[in-house]
């Protein structure tokens, strides 16, 4: 796993305005530090692609940075305070402000052709859907970069052996090259959350598909971690596997004990005997 840690005090700017008011339901906290924002936006490549997408924008803190690339940027946002207050001081983002749920949106109705890349200061709440999202369209997202509260940050880019790593490491892992860029403390938002933030950035592997079954693969994943103490010999039992298999050594391990290849090569093992669902 690529790893690229570094750790930001704040440097303040004057805080949320009044102009919008964060909503708790919407698991919104605005970033009020300038230099944090700049070095989210510098977290993409902005290889291989023109089209961006940032999810949950708020005021633009972020925004006003990627506007700066030159690229084509569409922003996407639930809360209807936040799209006024978009409308009426970003006027270059006239037509690609998108009043929408982001987790409920087909995200062809903005780029129905060309890659776009995936960027935000993700609300926590639904941050881990957000990367379902993103791997169920990995064709179409090149690259992904984004905040999230420290510990899903983690999870995500934890190594295989670690005790963080799961379902989220392993699916994502598959498919993208991981980076953990930063760690971020309360202190840079409004209102302030009660845990720490980190950066990663998502890089699509060049070669992303599957040498298995995709379904099976997510759900073997899934059912070796609902059981993630015992050994997969016992937690993969739903699958009714032959007991000759079942004596291979993969399967005296822990699913955590297993990196992202070892999951595909047991994926393979069992394909013969499973019927995908």
Known sequence: MKKNKGKYSPQHTPANDGEVRAKKHLGQHFLTDESVAEKIADSLTWEGYENV???????????????KKGVNLHVIEIDR??????????????????????????????????????????????????????????????????MFQKEVAQRIAAPHGNKTYGILSVLTQ????????????????????KVESGVIRLTRKEDYSLPCDEALFFRVVKTAFQQRRKTLRNSLKIFQLP??????????????????????????????YAIST
């Open 174 to 193: 598959a498919f993208y090259e991981v980076t953990y860029l930063l760690t971020v403390p309360p202190a840079v938002f409004n209102p302030p959350p």
């Open 81 to 146: 305070d936040s799209v006024a207050y978009l409308d009426e001081n970003y006027p270059t983002l006239e037509g690609k402000v998108h009043q929408e749920d982001f987790l409920k949106y087909d995200l062809r109705k903005i780029f129905p052709e060309g890659p776009y890349a995936i960027i935000g200061n993700f609300p926590y709440n639904i941050s881990t859907q957000i990367v379902f999202k993103t791997l169920e369209n990995r064709e179409e997202i090149p690259e992904f970069a984004g």
């Open 243 to 272: 007991d000759n298999l079942r004596e291979d050594a993969i399967f005296g391990q822990r699913p955590e004990q297993l990196s992202t290849e070892q999951f595909i090569e047991l994926t393979l093992k069992i394909e013969p």
């Open 53 to 67: 997408l940032e999810i949950g924008p708020g005021m633009g803190v972020l925004t006003k940075y990627l506007l």
